[in-house]
């Protein structure tokens, strides 16, 4: 961590102001023996601006912001329970091992009790240099494994996009050195959605019952063409958007009446166009307290994936005037996991349900259908994919599902 010159004041006040929560900038003061008697952030900011730091105090100051008080984004994977011990084995092989490749990529397994356990990927990020032809950071990524009845969870922070790739990575490194196991990892796929499933695993989740958070509105959302859309039609749309203020008023407005969003004259629309949602910006407040956190979900793609993150958080106050006022506060990184945890198990419990709701529209006779998301099996007969399903030979779609799918008869 470098400081090259002293911090402009105007820089201070606004670090002070936006990236640091009210106790962490007053336990910084403190530390210095300096106490601080400030209701609001902007004046403790004020009081940062006018002070002359050490060195050692901005680069702590520095690594404050830049580490425990930055907003987690998280993934997740999926894997039998019954398969966890396989799993497990499978990484104390290659502990401690460098593999075989050029960003010194390290395994380790860091191992609490039987059922309390995670693995750690190290491994060298290069990019492009302003000085060197090339800037190197030494990247950890923790894969804490979480047992959840018949299923265990994967949960992993992307500080940046390449840890994903890099957990990926040491994912298919298993598996093809262990080809004597089944190890079935799964992840949420749109692709195994139709558009309008899509939308659905939105709607469901504005509407889920979360706890102890209660959810206010959408503050922005994203559409995306899909993939499989006729490119042949003459557009001048973009393949991905955001959604307009007045459109998402009305979305909003039909979730506070409880209604189902496929139902909304825009959505029905996006749907038309052959859209779907792709990013949902979302407020919840805490129930019983004052507190309020902005939770995104996105699906990208190339390579496909979906992260939930934090995107801010804070309390309302009433202000002088008896307006109600925002003030940001960062929860701690710490207190963080929790709440990513419970929303990601929301997630995925939603999407689960869509797939073994698409399977029951399926006439199977003596065949097996498995989806996305779901355990491997072995056979001689070949399947074909439709629609992120795999099909064995044979099967017979209904007419409604061929319909509304574009299954095309066989």
């Known amino acids: 961590m470098q400081l090259k010159k002293y911090p402009n004041r105007y820089h201070v006040s606004k670090v002070i102001e936006q990236f640091m929560s009210s106790k962490a900038s007053m336990n910084f003061f403190k530390e210095k023996g300096i106490l601080v008697l400030a209701s609001q952030k902007k004046d403790v900011a004020k009081i940062a ?11 702590k100051l520095k690594g404050l912001i830049e580490t425990e008080h930055n907003y987690k984004k998280t993934s997740r994977l999926e894997i039998p329970s019954r398969q966890i011990d396989d799993l497990k084995d499978a990484l104390k092989e290659i502990n401690g091992v460098y593999l075989d490749d050029e960003q010194n990529t390290m395994v380790s397994v860091v191992e609490t009790s039987q059922d309390d356990w995670k693995f750690v990927i190290d491994y060298i990020e290069y990019k492009p240099g302003m000085i060197d032809l090339l800037d190197k950071t030494a990247r950890r990524v923790e894969v804490k494994v979480n047992y959840q009845q018949d299923i265990c969870s994967l949960d992993f922070d992307t500080v940046v996009s390449s840890d994903h790739k890099k957990v990926m990575q040491v994912i298919n490194y298993i598996e093809n050195k262990n080809e004597d196991i089944t190890l079935n990892f799964s992840e949420i796929s749109l692709k ?27 503050k922005k959302l994203k559409v995306k063409r899909d993939e499989g859309e006729n490119k042949s039609k003459v557009s001048s749309e973009p393949d991905e958007k955001m959604v307009e203020n007045d459109q998402l008023q009305g979305i909003n407005s039909a979730l506070i009446d409880g209604k189902n969003l496929i139902e909304n004259r825009f959505v029905k629309g996006t749907l038309d166009n052959g859209f779907y949602f792709s990013m949902a910006h ?74 073994s709701d698409k399977k029951g529209s399926f006439s199977t006779g003596d065949n097996d259908v498995k989806f996305l998301g779901e355990e491997k099996t072995t056979g001689d007969s070949e399947g074909v994919a439709v629609d992120g399903i795999a099909v064995s030979e044979g099967i017979a779609a209904t007419e409604e599902v061929a319909a509304s799918d574009g299954v095309a008869e066989r």
């Open 49 to 59: 601006a006018d002070h002359y730091f050490s060195r050692e105090s901005f680069l």
């Open 192 to 218: 195994a959605l139709s558009c309008e499933e899509r939308i659905q695993l939105f709607n469901e989740f504005f509407s889920y019952d979360h706890d102890q958070w209660t959810f206010v509105e959408i």
């Open 282 to 355: 979302m407020r919840f407040d805490k129930k019983g307290t004052a507190d309020f956190i902005d939770v995104a979900i996105e699906f990208m793609s190339r390579p496909e994936k979906c992260e939930t993150k934090l995107v801010s958080s804070g309390y309302y106050y009433n202000d002088d005037k008896g307006g109600v006022v925002e003030e940001t506060d960062v929860i701690e990184s710490k207190l963080q996991d929790p709440i990513l945890f419970e929303f990601k198990n929301v997630l995925f419990q939603i999407f689960r349900r869509l797939l």
